[in-house]
């Protein structure tokens, strides 16, 4: 299994303003992940991280809005910008493969005025 | 595509209750299944997995048989404490090689 650390916790931002949330994974991974949680809902995949090389993003999702990073097999970052009342939601990272299990973070809690 | 359905919720069930949340799947080919829990405040935690037909996860109690015959993975546990109170996430891994995720079920769990 791999353990998995979330900076921050959670924060409270005001419109129109970034927030950079950071993962860190305790062992090399093959991929990592960054997943969103509207608050009572299930989790949406935003993007795939791979490390030395641009993310894949989903349907919907578009990396002006959602810039993310992966610069080792241990740590990436997502970037919220510009962010509006309805980019509040929880932010969770996670790691593993596809076919194999994947596991998160204790996710990141974003509440924008 | 791939797509997970769970049994709707909130359930409420008083302590030593018997537990059964519903989960039915629909994909092509043969996927992973899995069972996460999300305690009030956290992230996720895997919960038990099955990657093959009629293999059976179990962990702290719950138990979920992979049923590729009526396409299933119900979560049950014979017993619940008021700690298992959180909520539940049935999700695949299946031929569009990404996790998906069903809709979650909320389980309070009265002393």
């Known amino acids: 299994s791999a353990v998995i650390s979330q900076k921050p916790s959670r924060d409270i931002c005001q419109r129109g303003t970034s927030l950079t949330i950071q993962c860190q994974v305790d062992?090399?991974?093959?991929?990592m992940f960054w997943y969103r949680q509207q608050p009572g809902q299930s989790l949406t995949l935003i993007a795939t991280?791979?490390?030395?090389?641009?993310?894949?993003?989903e349907s919907g999702f578009v990396i002006d809005k959602f810039p993310i990073s992966r610069p080792n097999l241990t740590f990436s970052t997502l970037t919220v910008s510009n962010m509006s009342p309805e980019d509040s939601s929880i932010y969770l990272c996670?790691?593993?493969?596809?076919?194999?299990?994947?596991?998160f973070g204790p996710g990141t809690r974003l509440l924008v005025l | 595509g791939d797509s997970v359905t769970q049994m709707e919720g909130p359930v409420t069930l008083s302590e030593e209750a018997f537990l059964t949340i519903n989960c039915t799947y629909t994909?092509?080919?043969?996927?992973?299944l899995f069972w996460y829990v999300q305690y009030p405040g956290e992230g996720l935690q895997l919960l038990l997995k099955?990657?093959?037909?009629?293999d059976k996860g179990s962990n702290k109690g719950f138990e979920a048989t992979y049923r590729k015959e009526t396409t299933s993975f119900h979560l049950e546990k014979g017993s619940v404490q008021v700690s298992d109170s959180a909520v539940y996430f049935c999700?695949?891994?299946?031929?569009?090689?990404?996790?998906?995720f069903g809709s979650g079920t909320q389980l309070t769990v009265l002393p």
């Open positions: 996670s790691a593993g493969t596809y076919q194999e299990t994947q596991y």
């Open positions: 062992s090399q991974v093959t991929m």
């Open positions: 991280a791979n490390q030395g090389s641009e993310a894949t993003y």
């Open positions: 994909a092509t080919g043969y996927p992973s």
């Open positions: 099955a990657t093959k037909a009629d």
């Open positions: 999700a695949l891994v299946g031929s569009a090689r990404q996790l998906t």
